[in-house]
């Protein structure tokens, strides 16, 4: 991206990818966080490679690390530029297990580190301004405007940040603001947050999205890097460090973020980051007026150009009849004599007649048999679910199976075969 006239900047966007997702199991236990199916045809990363391709920036380093096979071909195989300008590319940069005089071969330790380990990307495009992303939240922003702010406040650094309850937020990083937004304190996951100023009830947390000057930022990872005792996240050890520093660093206030073609605050962010939350999140998606909306053609959204029949609802007879309702269905779904009711269903799902599907998710190729009542569920790629199978009723005989069941959602893995 550069911006014009005299403020011209180049930048480089790194999106972090490698995160174990542990809190979304079973989700993640065949794919890294990032990799997993969103709102029936995208990745949970295609919303970070969204917002910055449609903020103009085209140049990418996605940093992968823990099953990561599932985003690799998923990156290949959707996100690729045309090969000849130097400047548009996404690129997978794998972990490379980097010799450490005092550690020997490591993996990233840290998210720092993550971004120390690939600090030759940055020296070898002669960015002025890194975005580091992370690739596992839900949400749009026009990354255009935040490099506007960090140039007006002359900022080394500025950090994405949103309110949230005090109640949640020792789940985040949490900064103190001066009227200026200029950052006086940054706590990682405190155990008790402080609030905002102006807002008892809630504390400024980052979004983990920060613009870096680039020759800082390598100052600072390099330095970081040297410490034993640090462990090399940047919330944890490197806005710390800069802070004390007295280095410029400058919250951005996400709520201030404009969408084209959208009307109203730019309020909705989600860290899907458990299965309660991941449908949540979903379910917001089938709202008659979603916060989050996906039909918003001045921002687009893209992801994989898989090719799949039009969606299918077949029967209309007595109660065999195939309908959904209030619910979104992807290509290549055939309901027949079934009800979809407030459910996302994703490429080439087949609901048999007299079945019921409802508040659910269903991933790719799930095939729903006769006579069968699913609620409250999310269920993985690959699953064929027999005749008269009931889910989510008896949350009891679900966990006796084997099921996770978080919060009343019951959830079935890739590829699981009933017995």
């Not at 911006?3 to 236990?29: C, D, E």
């Not at 297990?97 to 380990?117: F, H, N, P, S």
């Not at 030759?120 to 935040?146: C, P, Q, R, T, V």
Request: charged content about 25%; proline content about 5%.
């Amino acid at each position: 991206m550069k911006l014009k006239g005299l403020r011209s900047a180049k930048l480089v966007g790194m999106v972090l990818a490698g995160g174990r997702g542990t809190r979304l199991h079973p989700l993640t236990w065949r794919r890294t966080k990032p990799a997993v199916p969103f709102g029936g045809k995208y990745r949970i990363i295609d919303f970070a490679l969204n917002n910055m391709i449609n903020s103009g920036i085209y140049g990418i380093y996605v940093l992968t690390q823990f099953k990561a096979q599932s985003l690799t071909e998923h990156i290949q195989r959707n996100w690729r530029f045309g090969g000849f300008l130097s400047d548009y590319f996404i690129t997978l940069a794998p972990a490379q297990m980097y010799l450490y005089e005092e550690l020997g071969a490591e993996w990233y330790r840290g998210t720092a580190d993550a971004i120390y380990q690939n600090i030759h990307l940055i020296e070898n495009h002669a960015a002025d301004i890194i975005a580091i992303f992370s690739g596992d939240h839900i949400y749009k922003m026009d990354i255009s405007h935040l490099v506007e702010a960090h140039l007006d406040n002359q900022a080394d650094i500025s950090i994405a940040a949103y309110p949230v309850p005090v109640s949640e937020a020792s789940r985040f990083g949490i900064l103190q603001v001066d009227n200026d937004f200029r950052v006086t304190e940054f706590q990682e996951k405190p155990q008790h947050p402080k609030p905002m100023p102006q807002r008892s009830t809630h504390a400024l947390a980052s979004m983990g999205n920060y613009l870096f000057n680039a020759d800082l930022l390598i100052d600072l990872l390099k330095r970081d890097a040297a410490r034993q005792e640090s462990e090399h996240d940047f919330g944890k050890n490197v806005l710390p460090m800069a802070l004390d520093e007295g280095l410029q660093l400058f919250a951005y206030d996400f709520a201030q973020n404009p969408i084209p073609g959208q009307v109203g605050a730019n309020t909705y962010w989600r860290d899907v980051g458990t299965i309660k939350s991941y449908w949540e999140a979903t379910m917001d998606l089938i709202a008659v007026e979603p916060e989050f909306d996906l039909y918003n053609y001045d921002w687009p959204l893209r992801s994989s150009a898989e090719f799949s029949p039009p969606a299918k609802f077949v029967h209309e007879a007595g109660d065999r009849r195939g309908q959904a309702l209030n619910s979104m269905v992807a290509g290549g779904v055939i309901i027949s004599g079934a009800t979809v009711r407030e459910s996302v269903l994703a490429r080439r799902v087949r609901v048999d007649s007299y079945s019921l599907v409802e508040r659910s998710v269903l991933f790719d190729e799930v095939r729903v048999r006769r006579h069968c009542v699913i609620k409250n569920a999310i269920i993985d790629k690959d699953v064929d679910i027999p005749e008269g199978t009931q889910l989510g009723v008896n949350l009891d005989d679900d966990r006796r199976r084997g099921f996770t069941v978080e919060e009343g959602i019951v959830v079935v893995p890739k590829g699981y075969r009933f017995s």
